[in-house]
């Protein structure tokens, strides 16, 4: 179990700069969010030559490429909404791969809440996508991710994986997400158990869902079960990136000791 940070915490700074303040914090691997106009430089238009120089600078430094987040969605009801989604799900497994980057976050969100029939026609499509991209993934040691986002509860997000049946795809776990949709952690853990190699992680004094009582339980279901993933921090454009990083690396130690 390792802290990161996603480049949504700092997006103005360089990869150097991004580097530099996961080391004075002591976080250990950077996530890239695309197509945000960050200043990390690792974007599909990136030459070959601006991804080597930041795989050998992370590398360099002992900070890994944890997860590109990416924009990609497989949430339409028209099947040929996906096909473009998926020629760029596509080029970003390529980049990931050259990078040395894990996984790839995608989302399959929003999906109907009351019309079930609708929403499983969503889940299927986007299982279907997923499907057609798994060899792809796989060719390039590369694992997509669905992030249970916005209204994905877990067993929704475990239904894409188990109907795509894709070797290539697992889950990005967001508590924060279901949390404020009422699926409390533990119901929706064990439809994730053994299918997270990455999630999201903040820490919000002033929460109501996503508390220290909640946090404290992720952090032990997923120690229990021996996860070595990055428990990567995302908080988008903060007013004061230094504090928001220094409490919350505080608050991760804080729920490693409790372990």
């Not at 390529?94 to 995608?106: E, H, K, M, S, Y």
Request: with cysteine; aromatic share 8%; charged share 20%.
């Amino acid at each position: 179990m390792k802290p990161g940070y996603m480049t949504s915490v700092c997006p103005k700074q360089t990869l150097p700069e991004l580097i530099a303040t996961a080391k004075k914090h002591g976080y250990q691997g950077l996530e890239f969010r695309v197509e945000w106009d960050h200043n990390h430089g690792v974007e599909l238009d990136s030459s070959a030559e601006q991804i080597r120089a930041a795989k050998q600078m992370l590398a360099d430094n002992d900070i890994a490429a944890t997860c590109i987040a990416t924009g990609v969605k497989f949430n339409s009801a028209e099947a040929a909404d996906h096909l473009p989604q998926r020629e760029t799900l596509r080029r970003y497994i390529t980049l990931a791969a050259d990078l040395g980057v894990p996984t790839i976050r995608t989302f399959s969100d929003s999906v109907p809440e009351e019309d079930e029939a609708a929403r499983n026609t969503v889940l299927n499509l986007a299982a279907e996508s997923y499907a057609a991209v798994d060899e792809w993934a796989k060719q390039h040691a590369v694992q997509v991710l669905v992030e249970t986002h916005t209204n994905m509860r877990a067993h929704w997000a475990r239904q894409i994986l188990d109907t795509a049946a894709a070797d290539s795809l697992s889950i990005l776990w967001d508590p924060a997400h279901h949390l404020r949709y009422n699926q409390p952690v533990a119901d929706a853990y064990p439809y994730l158990r053994g299918h997270v190699p990455h999630l999201h992680y903040r820490s919000d004094p002033e929460s109501t869902t996503l508390t220290d009582a909640a946090n404290q339980e992720v952090f032990n279901l997923l120690a229990a079960d021996g996860f070595s993933g990055f428990f990567s921090l995302e908080i988008i454009n903060p007013a004061d990136s230094e504090a928001v990083l220094a409490y919350n690396i505080a608050k991760y130690h804080q729920y490693m000791q409790a372990v």
